[in-house]
């Protein structure tokens, strides 16, 4: 039990013995640094069930608590706050019971819990992943591990949109212009080499729209009529008939892509345990908007089509089957949830990571299972996200103007590299082992970067900016760590014992404190499915534990239980930060 649960119990309890009255809830808040006191009881809200002057409530509070709680070791009041000492003795036993906890704070899952599933990343196939794919796959990925942390099962996945007009976009241009190239011939990864034609592809068929302005045809006219857009819409309707060579081609050009996709996930660190196609997918549906025509669900319009009305819960009418009975995205994702629930069935939930411009997309999509009977639907989340910029503006995919996902990647470890050159942090190391550190530097960044902003807000993303050796950075936490295992490697002395009975400096209360918080910062996380929480309290124990290091002596310190003690507890900081950076997917270096 915390102290939080220890202090609450006994202040209703004195409640109940000093007034013979029944309090519900007793509100904590951290002791204001100008005051002495470790925790603070906030009495106002008692005034509700007490009524008199709230410094005198807090006084005899604190004296009842002193005397029945073996923990506090003093008090004082301030107006209505009633600051609470508590003694060394319970941080030293908290500490002593999590220094060898390898796994503190990260929970195992219960076998009969049902599971969570997490979707990301889901890109198209016509292009390689860029800045906003990486914001995505970061925070999917983070979520599931937080989640896992909290003590769930997580499936991770997504589904590959690998089918459709923009697909057949790039694979008609490369008919046309690619002359047979492949990423072996070229030497491209096969991602980048699709994105090229589908980028040429567009280059085409602005040429052919402008010839055809020029010839007198309204602009709207061109823009339907261009013989490249007839020709890929063919193509499309070819693929959907089984056409045996446009199929070849279609698994030909995708197998590039995906070949590229995989390359890019393993540098970027994130992997899927199950993974769903649109090809696969883009026909279920059909029969649950079938039933629910039969059930009511859903209503025919003259001309053929379905629809769900909910203008009853403040939103519209939408279509979920066309007049010519063709499935449209919504049909698409109703099918794929309830496939995915038929294939795992101990899921109790899903999270959607995508970003903020399909919000409505989500409520509706949610609103319509629900009205399915599907129980699950209740527990159905869109992790919406905000859009990343640069200085440099807006990406545009058609254009070839995107910040692709590999060369950012490669820029991050070059910077990292300008950087760490130019404040010499890396000697003694071989070439081999700083470029290495470079990427793990770099990727810290990154990553940390995005990760540390809430999902909902928009992040303007500057990569050198990122790469900073103080502040709120990865590379700022990523040397703490390095710093802390320097001082491990020079600790040549036994330093396993238990230490319960010495004073303890107020910076280390403070960083026990902290390291007491780790396991509620995941389990708020992944309530929030806010990775954002994880790194801002990483930052917040490596602030305190550089106070700590700038201030008091470590090896240098002469008692022999203190020197031990804050060994250890320089361990335990370095253990918890490697922890919550890999709830992040950031690696952290043994040096720097």
């Keep these: 039990m915390n102290i939080q649960d220890v202090l609450s119990a006994k202040v209703k309890e004195a409640f109940e013995t000093l007034y013979s009255a029944t309090l519900d809830t007793v509100e904590f808040q951290a002791t204001r640094k100008d005051f002495e006191g470790d925790i603070t009881v906030v009495t106002f809200p008692m005034l509700r069930v007490k009524k008199m002057n709230p410094a005198q409530l807090g006084e005899e509070l604190g004296q009842y608590l002193e005397k029945h709680v073996a923990e506090v070791s003093r008090f004082n009041v301030v107006k209505g706050f009633l600051n609470l ?9 908290f500490f002593a019971n999590i220094t060898n906890n390898t796994s503190f704070g990260h929970e195992t899952p219960a076998k009969d819990d049902s599971a969570v599933m997490v979707e990301y990343s889901s890109p198209n196939t016509n292009k390689p992943l860029h800045l906003g794919h990486i914001r995505n796959n970061l925070l999917g990925y983070s979520v599931a591990e937080i989640i896992k942390a909290s003590g769930k099962k997580v499936y991770k996945t997504q589904i590959i949109n690998d089918r459709g007009i923009h697909i ?3 694979m008609l241009a490369w008919q046309r212009f690619g002359n047979g190239e492949t990423p072996t011939s070229t030497g491209l990864k ?6 090229n034609y589908y980028v040429a592809f567009d280059k085409a068929y602005k040429e052919e729209i402008a010839q055809l302005i020029a010839n007198g045809i309204s602009e709207e006219d061109a823009k339907k009529q261009a013989p490249i857009l007839l020709e890929a819409q063919e193509m499309l309707r070819k693929w959907e008939a089984g056409d045996d060579a446009v ?23 994130v992997d899927f345990d199950a993974l769903y196609y649109e090809s696969d997918t883009y026909l279920l549906g059909k029969d649950f908007v079938k039933e629910g025509l039969e059930s009511g669900v859903f209503y025919a319009k003259e001309d053929g089509s379905v629809w769900c009305d909910l203008t009853d819960e403040g939103l519209d009418e939408k279509i979920v089957l066309r007049a010519d009975g063709t499935a449209v995205y919504m049909t698409q994702d109703i099918g794929t949830a309830i496939q995915r629930v038929k294939d795992y069935p101990d899921i109790g939930g899903m999270i959607y990571t995508v970003g903020n411009e399909q919000d409505y997309h989500f409520k509706v999509l949610f609103l319509i299972l629900k009205k399915l009977g599907f129980n699950w639907s209740k527990n159905l989340h869109h992790l919406s996200y905000g859009m990343v910029d640069l200085p440099s503006g807006k990406m545009k995919s058609r254009e070839g103007t995107v910040v692709d996902a590999d060369d950012l990647m490669v820029e991050m470890a070059a910077t990292a590299k300008e950087i760490s050159q130019e404040l010499g942090k890396l000697e003694g190391y071989t070439d081999e082992e700083k470029e290495e550190l470079y990427k793990v530097i770099g990727m810290g960044a990154l990553k940390y970067f995005i990760l540390k902003v809430d999902p909902k807000k928009r992040i303007l993303f500057d990569p050198k900016e990122s790469i900073d050796f103080a502040g709120n950075t ?10 802390i295992q320097s001082i491990l490697r020079k600790a040549d002395f036994d330093y396993s014992a238990e230490i319960t009975d010495i004073e303890i400096d107020i910076r280390e209360k403070e960083i026990l404190k902290q390291l007491q918080g780790y396991p509620a910062a995941i389990q708020l996380a992944a309530n929030n499915q806010s990775p954002a929480v994880i790194a801002n309290y990483t930052y917040d124990l490596v602030k305190l534990y550089n106070s700590f290091f700038q201030n008091i002596y470590i090896l240098g310190e002469e008692n022999e239980a203190k020197k031990v003690f804050r060994v250890q507890l320089s361990k335990k900081v370095g253990d918890t930060i490697k922890l919550a950076f890999g709830l992040l997917g950031i690696q952290v270096p043994e040096r720097m």
Excluded: E, H
Aim: hydrophobic share 35%.
């Design 85 to 93: 000492v508590i003694d060394d003795s319970y941080y030293l036993n």
């Design 168 to 170: 057949c976009k790039s």
């Design 190 to 195: 096969g991602d980048k080499l699709v994105g």
């Design 247 to 269: 199929v070849a081609l279609w698994k030909k050009m995708n197998q590039w892509v995906y070949d590229g996709f995989a390359t890019t996930y393993t540098n970027l660190g």
């Design 474 to 483: 990865g590379p700022f936490i990523q040397y703490t760590y390095a710093r």
